[in-house]
């Protein structure tokens, strides 16, 4: 099998983590990265590529190139299977890739600590637990085992001979399930994803956490008050925008409060002056409005 590996090579482990677990399946892989969508269109569309591995919002943005290039992905694509992580997966946008592509889009759960301790099977039921890896679903604050049903904080034991964990909280929050699976397995499975212990959140794969943003501000005397909002846009991805109280106006002020986010965050953020008293005081510094029910 040919896969296309969307995830970044650059200062993050993602794209070489999932790229030596597929080597390692005798996979032959294409190292895309999550640029050049054109380029990664016509790639589909050209050679016999099976699988694909990245966000699920990623996918979603190069079926839409390609329907802007003529390319019906349904039809000119030979991909059977995605495997999609780092965002959550909504049952709707699974439909629509689904649908898109024709291939099985499954997800697995893991992190960038060389974490990857669950995955869905043909049946997407609930991620199964990883049977090399012990994982235990913790009370934050208690640190007792939590019951299924209801979150925890992800607690893992990796044996890895080259980088072991051992008992490493992530300040993920799961929920788990103890019924049987479709499939057959009868061991516990992750249902789904409900947050975070601390204050950050995901972004179009990456994590952000308030601190950074902050220190960015920080630099500049000008403002007075921010707060960073993510919301979900029309198209299923990600909007990361930044608002700023301005205590009194400087040119190129706020491009260059974006090229800091960009450089510091690693993503694109669109930054607009509000008027004071905009943002409440006590406010979310980092406000994740995204909803997937």
């Known amino acids: 099998d040919i896969v296309l590996n969307t995830f970044s090579y650059h200062l993050t482990p993602g794209g070489f983590g999932l790229e030596d ?3 390692a399946m005798g996979c032959a892989v294409v190292p895309a990265g999550p640029q050049n969508t054109e380029v990664q269109v016509e790639i589909l569309a050209k050679l016999p590529v099976t699988g694909y591995v990245g966000t699920p919002t990623f996918l979603k943005l190069l079926c839409d190139k390609a329907v802007e290039t003529g ?30 592509t024709g291939a099985m889009v499954r997800q697995i759960y ?3 600590d060389g974490l ?15 049977p090399d890896q012990v994982i ?28 072991p964990l051992l008992r490493f909280a992530n300040a993920d929050l799961v929920v788990l399930r103890d019924d049987p699976c479709p499939c057959g397995r009868t061991g516990s499975r992750i249902a789904r994803v409900a947050g975070r212990v601390d204050e950050s959140t995901k ?6 956490y308030p601190d950074q943003i902050a220190e960015i501000m920080a630099r500049h005397p000008e403002v007075q008050r921010w707060q960073a909002v ?7 991805t990600d909007d990361f925008r930044v608002a700023v109280e301005l205590a009194s106006e400087a040119a ?26 905009t943002i409440a005081e006590g406010a979310k510094r980092l406000d994740d409005r995204r909803s997937y029910e």
Not at 203 to 208: L, N, S, T, Y
Not at 252 to 274: F, P, S, W
Request: hydrophobic share 40%.
């Open 110 to 112: 893991g992190s960038a």
């Open 71 to 100: 390319v019906d992905p349904a039809k000119d694509w030979s991909l059977e299977v995605a495997f999609v992580t780092a965002e959550k997966l909504p049952e709707q946008l699974r439909a629509e890739l689904q649908e898109r």
């Open 230 to 236: 993510v919301e979900k846009n029309a198209q299923g």
């Open 21 to 23: 677990q597929l080597i």
């Open 252 to 277: 190129g002020l706020l491009d260059k409060i974006t090229q800091e986010l960009r450089d510091h965050v690693r993503l694109r953020a669109e930054v607009n002056a509000v008027a004071p008293g």
């Open 116 to 130: 990857y301790p669950a995955y869905e099977c043909w049946a997407a039921s609930g991620m199964h637990l990883h």
């Open 136 to 163: 235990e679903v913790l009370d934050p604050e208690t640190r007792a085992p939590v019951s299924a049903g209801e979150p925890g904080e992800v607690v893992a034991t990796v044996p890895n001979p080259n980088r």
């Open 203 to 208: 972004v179009r794969g990456m994590f952000v």
